[in-house]
């Protein structure tokens, strides 16, 4: 073998032509969509199903109003109220609302509020709240209700009975008084005090002077309201007293608890005579 032979390079293999390696985005972007669908298709039921369980509630038949049943007070009429709440009937249950409720019964003066309880499917209860009368105002020759900030209830009806309610009465055209009044008579109950149980009148002379009648005495009182707790501690510690002085002087005719720690007794009024000087009885 010659030189030339053994000194020849031998075939090296041809280097293959440079190939770009293909783009896998494919495989990728299906993987974040299945990452996406799983918490789209969790708030599709969070969202979606009650969303849909809702609309079928408003708008199915079977949660239409049927019945709608009244709770009332000594006021108000459960056929007046029977009557004006069957607009809500064939209403949906879901619908109703206080404050229409409130606005169907609110022509009614004894009307403060209602309260509605909803029983599927298609019931509905309305309690009606009445309003609290404070007092019985003498307006003229008639008597009304006021409530404790003085607003007229209605009329005084004659078949209902008032309770422990309080005839005021004030001097014409002092409006003004009637509140003054009503605090009177709330002090005069918050005491609590057994001997001035029974109170049945009041009469505003002033802005601060009254004239009270109570069963615990046969004869009326005057007391102030500037000094009323200091008036009725001195009626309370000498009730005793003067309920005796009383029964030996019957012709006391008022007493007066205006004067700090002091009790005055004003006289009866002397019975008028005729012409012949005879007491008229």
């Known amino acids: ?50 969303s849909v369980l809702v609309g079928w509630i408003l708008l199915s038949d079977q949660f239409a109003v049927r019945g709608v049943s009244i709770v009332v007070g000594d006021r108000v009429s459960a056929a007046w109220a029977s009557e004006r709440l069957r607009v809500f009937e064939g209403r949906n249950l879901l619908s109703v609302g206080v404050d229409e409720v409130e606005r169907t019964l609110g022509e009614h003066p004894w009307v403060e509020g209602v309260r ?12 009606i709240l009445e309003k609290h009368p404070a007092a019985l105002l003498v307006q003229g020759e008639t008597l009304v209700f006021v409530d404790r900030s003085g607003g007229v209830i209605g009329p005084y009806d004659p078949g209902v009975d008032p309770g422990d309610l309080v005839v005021l009465s004030i001097p014409e055209d002092q409006s003004d008084l009637v509140v003054a009044g009503l605090a009177l008579i709330a002090e005069w109950r918050g005491k609590g005090l057994p001997w001035i149980e029974g109170l049945s009148e009041v009469q505003a002379l ?10 615990a005495l046969p004869c009326p009182l ?11 501690a001195s009626l309370v510690r000498y009730g005793p007293r003067i309920e005796q002085e009383m029964t030996r002087f019957p012709q006391v005719g008022a007493i007066d608890l205006r004067f700090h720690g002091r009790i005055v007794f004003q006289p009866a009024a002397p019975a008028p005579r005729n012409l012949e000087g005879e007491t008229n009885a």
């Open 1 to 50: 073998m010659s030189d030339h032979q053994r000194m020849a390079p031998l075939d090296a293999p041809k280097p293959e032509p440079f190939r770009r390696r293909q783009f896998v985005a494919p495989h990728r972007r299906r993987k974040l969509i299945f990452r996406l669908i799983k918490p789209f298709m969790a708030a599709l039921a969070i969202v979606g199903l009650p």
């Open 116 to 127: 509605i309880d909803r029983r599927p499917p298609s019931e509905l209860e309305v309690k």
């Open 206 to 215: 002033t802005a601060t002077d009254f004239k009270v009648i109570t069963a």
């Open 222 to 232: 005057f007391v102030s309201s500037v000094n009323l707790a200091d008036g009725l």
